[in-house]
């Protein structure tokens, strides 16, 4: 599976902005989806993930302002997020999880630069 992360840019705290994340193959639908974030030097973090059934789980620091979503029929998840800060800058990355065979992709990547 071949994940193509975009929408990431500069954008003044506050604002919003939508990253998507295409996926290749015909079994997206079973797919647990995620976003995660990495600051050069800091290990990756989970900000985002759907489950296959469209559970939902957040970090703690974007809950209320960060929404995570899919599209089955277009096999995408979008991360929608508003109110941005300038310690959300990041780049994210979007993640694949298949729970029938194990196998784990990554996207790769998409820098979002939150100007104060």
């Known amino acids: 599976v071949q994940l193509q992360a975009s929408g990431g840019g500069l954008v003044q705290a506050g604002g919003s902005l939508r990253l998507s994340c295409a996926a290749s193959g015909s079994m997206f639908s079973r797919y647990h989806m995620a976003w995660f974030r990495q600051v050069p030097g800091k290990q990756r973090d989970l900000v985002a993930r759907i489950w296959s059934g469209g559970t939902t789980n957040y970090a703690e620091s974007v809950k209320g302002r960060f929404t995570i979503s899919r599209d089955n029929a277009k096999n995408t998840v979008y991360l929608q997020m508003n109110s941005l800060k300038p310690e959300d800058t990041a780049v994210y990355y979007c993640?694949?999880?298949?729970?029938?065979?194990?196998?784990?992709?990554w996207g790769q990547g998409t820098l979002v630069t939150v100007s104060s």
């Open positions: 993640n694949m999880y298949d729970p029938l065979t194990g196998v784990d992709s």
